[in-house]
């Protein structure tokens, strides 16, 4: 005598109403399977694989150029700002008292008595214990297009 299973009870909330969405449709032919006993399954082709490399890729290369376009615009600002403080203390020693004529390539120090600037040939070190001025503001050098290097 052969024994008749029971019919096996099934538990709707165990259903993962999600998969099913994606394992069933009106239109078959756009599943990624077969969805037929005689039906062949659709595997995707290297073309997907390709591009996808190929997008990553050019990410990765377009990231990398950025970056440096980045230091190259990083370092030119820099630049920009050493002009600026090397034209800043050029006003002010154009502007300062100096009684004589300076020469390109000397180097000079740059002093501050109340509101006016003073440049002299003196080194701070040069005046002894006692400064004739309120404080030394810099050591310049003069350079070929007149304006002031700082080395101090």
């Known amino acids: 005598m052969i024994k008749k299973k029971e019919p096996k009870e099934i538990n709707v909330d165990e259903i993962d109403m999600d ?13 990624r ?26 990410e990765d290369q377009t990231q990398m150029q950025l970056d440096q376009i980045f230091t190259q615009m990083q370092l030119l600002a820099e630049q920009a700002n050493t002009i600026k403080e090397r034209a800043d203390i050029s ?27 003073v440049l002299s040939i003196v080194s701070p070190e ?11 503001v810099a050591k310049v050098t003069l350079l070929s297009d007149h304006t002031w290097k700082v080395e101090k």
């Open 91 to 117: 006003y002010q020693i154009y502007n300062a008292k100096m009684n004589f004529k300076p020469l390109i390539g000397k180097t000079y120090f740059l002093y501050a008595k109340k509101a006016e600037r």
């Open 126 to 136: 040069e005046w002894g214990k006692k400064i004739p001025f309120d404080e030394f």
């Open 19 to 31: 998969l099913m969405k994606e394992r069933t449709t009106d239109i078959p032919s756009i599943l």
């Open 33 to 58: 399977y077969a969805h037929t006993v005689g039906g062949f399954s659709v595997v995707p082709t290297e073309e997907g694989h390709i591009k996808s490399n190929a997008v990553a890729a050019m």
